[in-house]
């Protein structure tokens, strides 16, 4: 999937890149989600994407810290990947 988005000259409305921890705080993550989903589903997509560790002009492969296994509640015991699943709707069925 990367190598097809890395194929357009632009982001668009489904998938977008981060650079590093640009975007990293759990309600900007979801609002990004929310917006990338809403995106992919008026352009037809199933899905839409976040790719961290790329360059948005040059499409370089910077890499990236960014953990999503981080805990990100105050009190450390959430990691974000679940933290994600419980506020997002509608839920990932595995």
Same mark, same amino acid.
């Given at each position: 999937?990367?190598?097809?988005?890395?194929?357009?000259?632009?982001?668009?409305?489904?998938?977008?890149?981060?650079? *590093?921890?640009?975007?990293?705080?759990?309600?900007?993550?979801?609002?990004?989600?929310?917006?990338?989903?809403?995106?992919?589903?008026?352009? *037809?997509?199933?899905? *839409?994407?976040?790719?961290?560790?790329?360059?948005?002009?040059?499409?370089?492969?910077?890499?990236?810290?960014?953990?999503?296994?981080?805990?990100?509640?105050?009190?450390?015991?959430?990691?974000?990947?679940?933290?994600?699943?419980?506020?997002?709707?509608?839920?990932?069925?595995?």
């Amino acid at each position: 999937m990367l190598k097809r988005c890395l194929s357009y000259e632009d982001e668009t409305e489904w998938f977008e890149y981060k650079q *590093g921890t640009a975007v990293s705080k759990p309600d900007e993550i979801g609002a990004y989600i929310s917006a990338l989903s809403n995106g992919a589903a008026m352009s *037809g997509e199933p899905y *839409g994407y976040m790719f961290w560790g790329v360059h948005d002009k040059t499409h370089e492969l910077t890499g990236t810290t960014f953990n999503y296994q981080k805990d990100v509640a105050e009190d450390k015991s959430e990691p974000f990947q679940h933290y994600l699943n419980r506020n997002l709707a509608p839920k990932e069925l595995s």
